[in-house]
Every structure is written in structure tokens, then in C-alpha cells.
């Protein structure tokens, strides 16, 4: 069975979509909080999953965090300080592009921090994701998986398309080589922080469009059922021929004549 | 002439978001500041050009600020204040989603300050535009027009897709009525606030995909000659067979039988 | 035995101080973290205790945290994310004049939180406070205890001194007749939340100053050996004759005839 | 005549405290913005000075901004953008220690920033303080002097005090050299950035309670009429015996001892 085409992705995606939307009215009806955190190999589709969520949504609802390394400070705070600050209110969702897991992430398997930390880390955050359920916030995990035949192929694209060559990094490169060392990596995370109250799923991400949309259907799955009765907006007729723009101080610069280019 | 469609409308933009993305790096290269402000009647395509630009950019390096209403502090502040917070650092860009200009839109039309609020914002306005200016920071100023007709489909495009139903505001209501007012509110503040420094440009949004082109090569017509040589990421070849992904603690998920719904 | 004098008072805590800038010394060197939560009576000397300590200590290392009220915003979110922003990076100290123990305090009391939100509060709050001093925080608590006596005593001095009636709140009036209600609060408070690793300590603040010293002496006591060896700061002599001021643009203001006033 | 003693100094300053609460009610109740910058001469008094202010005004208006080295972030964007944050909302103070002078201060002696930095920053200072005082901010700017001879005692102190040892940085040391060198930089700031709506202020400090005294006196003289009538709370009487305190869970500690040390 090949890869989904756009079209196929497109109608597929498309009920999904209808159902996240009332999911979200119903977070912010109701006052829910969501987390939900993407974590997974590099060039996986994190980003794009993201994406697919959040242009859905109303971003003064739905946040999307991507913390950059941290800072001398932050570095010298308690680990999860500087990702507690970005958890939901009451009404928001709060997706995570990497998260707390970096520690047992990126920073075990390139050596940013100590193995004692990896350990420290490991047996603190099920209490750590404890507090943060018991408060009533909904968190689910998601880690993307692909084999590192397509991870190739999208770093190659990566590399050869100057539109993508920003999300090239130098840590890239050396990721290449620790293929297997972030499968342990995970395997020990997995083992140690999948729990009922905080759930990991794996997702196969080998093509990206199915992963998405199996991702999707299974973090819908997992919120409660969210049907509310549908909003009424009160819409009045405009009550007289809508108005042109007209112009004082200076006009519309003139189109951009994109045709001659194809003359 | 009629409106472009999509496959038209991404042959033309292809080219201009590689010139977008040169500009990106130059300005990370060389540690410029680039702001953006983007204004216009409701629903003439702000959200939209700014996706544009930001999707093809880092979201570490190019940042979107659309700031909620002020909180009652941050109403008793200098009224700048709380702009300034997101000027970018050198390398950056800022894309403001409106802006300190809802004083002389949004906020002179509805009554939400006093006529001498505005005034005396019309009147600070270019001081505080050439304070960023002198420090180095690039500054341009898009108004985004469209002809009541258009507004009103797209409000009713937004009423009946519950995809786009959050975009539809109590306040949107209350514009419709105000179209003749944002105009006049809208060329007081262009003769008050156009300058050689901050330029004021109109684009024609009464069609969308035609307008982001405009705006886009405008803006890149506007900044300085941004062409640096080519990067050069070295590459190594992986030396073995690409590895697979092994799973131990959990297994992925079943894909989304996408397919059934469809039989 | 009546109170300590101000001489007494100032003769006895010298050397606490001492033993105080060695303790900082101490955790900023050896990159530790302390944090102390001062709660009490109103009027029982929380300000000048936390005083005492901080303004013989570098604000760059020593901070007090006297959070106003929550905003709508904060009370939707995770309750002890407020204070979480505030806790002490490595090298530093948190002194929080009242901290998340409000829930069990004024909030319990005055019933601006529900029943049920207390009991929560009182059930997560030993798993938070070890979460952090699993991560190597030093953490002890104070309440500061005074009689109704004393506290009308100097309700009035606040009352009847202009200098000091910012320090009267209108909670105040409504807590004078809640001095038994705020006892059973403490009461289930510390039943609650004392434990071995983040252990309060009740000090009889109806003389302040012994108050504070006693305060400071149990605070010393807890902190493991703090000697270092002592600084030794190279310090040059001038080389010339010490420079006068000179100026040029304008003149230092008369001094202020004080003694006018006397005569 | 010889420097005031603390008596005379307390006595003097005593009626200044009741007009500085006095203005700080006035600004409070008819939502005034006042922002004092505090520069001078290392060691002349800028933190005692603040003190005495700060102490007798409720820290929920009154703040002190003692910002530390602008951060790698910090140091690329607009040079006033991390002062901005910390400018006051209607009714509050803002007390800086040390301030957006930095520049033209200690950066420009030390080389911490070349001097087109410094020339920009001085020709650009005026305009940046216009708009804040156009926006209705009272803005006041000390340095306060003193001779090398009071400059040497006071290190000499902070060396050989413990308690003070904090306040030695190895920059005071490079400074003892660079006397003259901020005396000319002084100079040259006050000619550029003393203007009638911010003006600079030169207060003596070789008395450090005279100089405090000194300025007060200014500063209230500068401020409008800041008369009130007087508030009257309510205090109804207690209606019973004052309650003691009785324990339950624990009891308070012993207190400390004091008095056989000195046995």
C-alpha cells in the first residue's frame, strides 16, 4: 500500500478537523485544559502535526510551545520551571514541540547533562505529571516514530530545498549517527513515564500523512465526549448596498503582475 | 479578470518566498531587525499574509504578535509599553497582527479611548516609529483594503464553516455598521502617520491570493540588496544500511483506516 | 522580663548577621538554592523579619516575593504556577512574604476559594514541595505567631500613623474578628503539611525583635556548616592624592538647612 | 561643620517621610506615574537613598528597578526595550537604580560599547524621555557626587565589613582609576540630556544623610501640590477579650537566648 495522496489526506483530515473544532469549543466552554506533547525522532512530523492542529484552531486558544535551549539562568532553576510557565488556563490547549522530555531526550543521548540527571529526571516526572493531572489538566504524549530510511530522505530534502534548509540544524548531522542510541533512549523514557494517568501512544510516522491523521483520531478519542449544542449567532442584514473602498491620502500600490512572468 | 486560482497563485508565489527566504537569512546573517505591521478592514486577509511569510521562515528567527486586549495594568502603562516587549533582537523579524495602530482603528471607532487618546497617539506616533528607525530596526506598514462586498462574503464564509466560526467576534457585528468610519479613522491615521521613515503602503485585498502577492513583492522590493553567497552544510554519507525502528516497551498504534470510511 | 531594647536588640543580632552573609556566601558559592516561606498573623512581623534578612544580603542574590492578588488569568491556571516563576536559581535565595500557603490561609478563611479547593490544596502541596526539595532546594517554613493584644496594638499604630497606614488593608477589619477562624486554618495546615523535608517552625512573635532573632538563630541552625575560608580581595593602593568632584555643566543644589528648622 | 548625626538626621528627616507618604498618596489616588533615576559615583549613596524612600512606601507601588547585565538577547535589541518593561502604570513609582545612563555611564568608561553607541545613545535619550513625559510620566533624574576621599573610606568599609563585602565588585577596583574618566562622562551627559521636562539634579553625597536629605527635600519640591484630605477608616471596636494563641499541632520554639551571650 503506497503513501496517501494529498487529495485522500485532504478528505480524510476533513471530518477530523470538524471533530477537533468542537473539541475545542468544548475545552473553552467548559474551562478543560489540554496538554499535549509531541516528542519523537527528528524529522519525524512533529512540526507538521502541530501545525495541522493549530492553524484549526483559534491561537488565542491554542498555544504552541517550542522553547528554545535554555538560558545560563534557567539552566540553574528547577528542571521544569521554565515549562511550567507555558501549562494551559482554564479554556486553552497547550502543544508541546519537544518538552520536558529533552532531558531524557536530546540531552541524554548527546551528553548535555549527567546520567545522574537522566535518572533524577526519569523517577521525578510521574510525580511531576501527577500534580499537574490531579489539578484536572488532560495530558496526553505522543511519540512520532520513522525509520531512518525516510528520515534520510527528508534530511536530504531538507538539505536540497533552501525553502526547508532552516530546519537544518548541526545537531542534525550528528543525530544521523546516534540512530540507535535514541531508541534506547526512548525505550528507557517509555519504560519509565508511561502511566495511566499520563499516557504515551507511539505513532507511526513513515508516512506522514497517515500519521497525522492516526494521531489525530486517536488524541480525539481520548477527550471525553465534547458534543455541545451548536452556537446561534444572531447575523443582521447589512441594510444597504455595501460600500466600496475609496481612498484619500494614497491609493492601493498596483497589483503584482505575476502574468508577464508566464508570458 | 477574474480571481487567481491556486495553482496560479503558488507558481507566482514559488519564486518570492525563495527571495523571502534570502532576505531571512541576510537579515539573520548581517543581525538586522525587521518589523512588520499589518493593519486593515476586518477580514481582508491579514491572518493569511502573515502565514505566509511566517510558515516559510524559522519560528526561532521570525516571530507573530497578535497581543490580546490590554489587561487593566497594562491600560494604566505608557501605551507603547507593551508593543516594545516584542520589538525583535538583531537577526529577528516581528509580524504584528494589528498593532499600536488599534488606537487609531479599532479603538477611535469603537469608543474604546477618548478622542483625545487618539489624537495624542497620532501625534507620538512618528517619534516613537523614528526612535526604533535610528536604532537600525527596518520598518514598513501595510494596510490590507477590501470592498464591503468581499467582507461581507467572508463574514458569511465564517458564520457557516464551523472551521472558521472562532475567527467571527461579537465585535465584527458592531464593524459592520462602521464600515464609512474604519475609512475615514483609517485616513486620518495615514496622513498623520505616513513617513519616509515608516512607510504606510495599501495593498488590494479584494482578492486574496492577488493581494499576498502585492504585499510580498512589495516588501521584498522594499529592503535592501539581501543576496549572500550560498551556505555549504557538509554531508557525510550514513555508512550503513539504514536502521529500522524496534520497538520493545510499546508498539505504535494502528494506522487511521482512513480507507473504510471511503468504501 | 519585659522586651528587648533596640540597643539589646541590634547588640544580639550582629553576630546573626555575620553567620547570615557566610550562609549566603556559602549557598552562592556552592550553588545552593533556599527558600523561605514566611506566614503568620497580620501584624506578627513577616515585613521586618524577611527586612532583617534581606538588606544585609545582595538583592542580585536575595529576593523577596510578596505576590499581589491572582489575576483572572492566574486563577485559571495550575495554582502553584505563579510561584513556581519565582523559585530560586542555583546560587540563590526566595524569601516569600506569604506564598502558596494563602490557600490555606487568607483564601481558606475569607472564603474567597471553595471547600473542596483547600482540601485539594492541602493533599498536593507535600508532593509539590518534594518535587523541589528532591531537586536539591533547601525549603523551610515559618508562621509567626502573636496575640490578639498584640495584633489590636499595632492595628492602631497603623491606624493612628500616616507612615504606616498603607500597611492597613480593609481585610484587615474583617480578619480582626477571624482571630479564631485563622487559628483552626493553621492548625489543619500544619497537620497537613508539615513533614521532615519541608518542616515548619512556629515562632512567638509578641516581641518582635526576640521574634526575629529567634527566627534567624532557627533558620541558621537548619542550614548545614557554611564556613568557607575567607575572601581574599586584592585591593591596590590609589597612587596619587584622592580626586576632588569638579564641575563644569551644572552645580550640586544647596544642601537642605535642616538646622533651620530646629532653631 | 561636621556631618549630621543619626539623631539629627532622624529628627530632620521625619517630616520629609510624612510629605513623601503624603505625594505617594496623591499619586495613588489621582493615578500619577513618577520614575526617579538614581546615578552617581559608586559608593555615594544611591541605595541608601532609594532605601529611605522605598521603606516608607508600600512596595505594591513603589518598586525598584536594579536591573542586572543585559543578557546575550537583551544586548541585540532596541538599547531602551528592558527599562520600558519596568516603567510605572497610573499610580506607581519607579525607583531606578541606575538606569538607561548606563550607557552613557559606566559602558562608555569601561568600553563596554563603542562610543557611537554612546554619541547615538546621547542623541537619542532627549526624544525618548519626551515621550514618556508627553504620555504624562514625572520624570526625575539624580546623580549624587562625592569626592574620592569619602570614595575611599567607603570602600575601605565594604572591604573590611563583612556585612558589605557584597557591594565590592571587581569593577569598583578598575574604577578607583577612572575617576576623572566619569567625571568627564558625567559631564558630557548632562550637557546633552539635561532638559526642562527631564531634568538632572546634582546632590552632594560627601555627607551621605545630608545628601539624602538634600534630594528629598528636591524632589518633593518638584512635584506638584500633593495635598489630600485626610482618609478616615472605620475601625469599630473589637466587641470582646483579645484572643491568645493556643497550639495544637506544635508550639512555637523556644526563643533564642540573647541574654546569655552576654552574661
Not at 527528528?42 to 484552531?57: E, H
Not at 489538566?137 to 511519540?143: D, E, G, H, R
Not at 534520510?152 to 544521523?176: Q, T
Request: hydrophobic share 35%; charged share 30%.
Amino acid at each position: 500500500m503506497g503513501h496517501l495522496s494529498q487529495k485522500e489526506y485532504e478528505d480524510a483530515l476533513e471530518p477530523l478537523l470538524h471533530e477537533l473544532s468542537d473539541a475545542a469549543r468544548w475545552i473553552q466552554e467548559t474551562k478543560q485544559r489540554l496538554v499535549v506533547v509531541f516528542e519523537g525522532r527528528d524529522t519525524a512530523g512533529k512540526g507538521g502535526s502541530i501545525d495541522m492542529i493549530a492553524r484549526t484552531l483559534n491561537p488565542r486558544q491554542c498555544h504552541v510551545i517550542a522553547l528554545p535551549s535554555p538560558s545560563e539562568r534557567e539552566r540553574d532553576q528547577w528542571y521544569f520551571q521554565r515549562y511550567v510557565e507555558h501549562l494551559p488556563a482554564k479554556g486553552e490547549i497547550s502543544l508541546f514541540d519537544r518538552s520536558w522530555y529533552n532531558r531524557a531526550g536530546v540531552e541524554a543521548v548527546m551528553g548535555f547533562c549527567t546520567s545522574q540527571q537522566v535518572t533524577a529526571f526519569l523517577k521525578s516526572v510521574p510525580d511531576f505529571e501527577q500534580q499537574l493531572v490531579d489539578d484536572g489538566i488532560y495530558l496526553y504524549k505522543y511519540w512520532l516514530c520513522c525509520d531512518q530510511e525516510q528520515q534520510e530522505e527528508r534530511f536530504a530534502d531538507r538539505l536540497n530545498n533552501p525553502l526547508r534548509r532552516w530546519k537544518l540544524s548541526p545537531i542534525d548531522i550528528k543525530a544521523r549517527a546516534l540512530y540507535d542510541a535514541y531508541t534506547e533512549a526512548r525505550e528507557r523514557m517509555l519504560a519509565a513515564t508511561d502511566a495511566p494517568h499520563a499516557p504515551w501512544t507511539l505513532v507511526d510516522f513513515n508516512d506522514q500523512r497517515l500519521g497525522r491523521l492516526t494521531l489525530l483520531r486517536d488524541l480525539l478519542d481520548r477527550l471525553p465526549d465534547t458534543k455541545l449544542p451548536s452556537e446561534n449567532i444572531p447575523w443582521p442584514k447589512l441594510g444597504h448596498d455595501p460600500i466600496k473602498e475609496r481612498y484619500g491620502v494614497m491609493k492601493p500600490i498596483p497589483a503584482y503582475r505575476w502574468h508577464d512572468k508566464n508570458d
